[in-house]
């Protein structure tokens, strides 16, 4: 029996854009991490370029503008690499609301993917877990075109 659809409880609420990434770093936009219990974020290597690598890590901030940036701790992804055969893989890291500096009033989380050496085949998605308010599709990032329900 259907009770509630995914969409209700999880949400698109950050993207790096699936491309041929040439070497810098990429970010989503920041995220209030108050409108969700958990977030989870999905790096995704496609076929990396020579001696290609891939670090990710989560960064948060005292507000949506990014103000005083910092890592959230022990949240960097082991570096994916071409030498190491990890083109086509994935790595998550998970964030709870207390992973934050929530003493200095860190609020805002977002992904940085870094890409290294040569243009990969690489994205990313965050994905917000039970929101605190109404169902999670109402906060879907903006390049969410269609959620289809069977």
Same mark, same amino acid.
């Given at each position: 029996m259907k009770t509630l659809n995914p969409s209700q409880v999880a949400g698109v609420v950050g993207v790096i854009d699936?491309? *041929?990434?040439? *070497? *810098?770093t990429y970010t989503t936009g920041w995220i209030a991490i108050g409108d969700w219990r958990s977030l989870m974020a999905i790096v995704m290597a496609g076929s990396l370029g020579t001696s290609a690598t891939i670090d990710a890590k989560l960064e948060q901030a005292q507000d949506a503008t990014g103000t005083g940036v910092k890592d959230v701790p022990n949240s960097a992804i082991t570096q994916l690499t071409q030498a190491g055969t990890d083109s086509d893989k994935q790595a998550i890291i998970e964030c709870w609301g207390e992973d934050l500096d #929530? /003493?200095?009033?860190? =609020?805002? /989380?977002? #992904?940085?993917? =870094? /890409?290294?050496a040569a243009t990969s085949d690489c994205g990313a998605i965050v994905l917000g877990f039970d929101p605190r308010y109404g169902p999670a599709s109402e906060r879907d990032a903006a390049t969410v075109a269609e959620i289809v329900t069977v």
């Amino acid at each position: 029996m259907k009770t509630l659809n995914p969409s209700q409880v999880a949400g698109v609420v950050g993207v790096i854009d699936p491309d *041929a990434n040439a *070497a *810098a770093t990429y970010t989503t936009g920041w995220i209030a991490i108050g409108d969700w219990r958990s977030l989870m974020a999905i790096v995704m290597a496609g076929s990396l370029g020579t001696s290609a690598t891939i670090d990710a890590k989560l960064e948060q901030a005292q507000d949506a503008t990014g103000t005083g940036v910092k890592d959230v701790p022990n949240s960097a992804i082991t570096q994916l690499t071409q030498a190491g055969t990890d083109s086509d893989k994935q790595a998550i890291i998970e964030c709870w609301g207390e992973d934050l500096d #929530l /003493v200095e009033g860190f =609020t805002h /989380v977002r #992904l940085s993917m =870094t /890409v290294a050496a040569a243009t990969s085949d690489c994205g990313a998605i965050v994905l917000g877990f039970d929101p605190r308010y109404g169902p999670a599709s109402e906060r879907d990032a903006a390049t969410v075109a269609e959620i289809v329900t069977v």
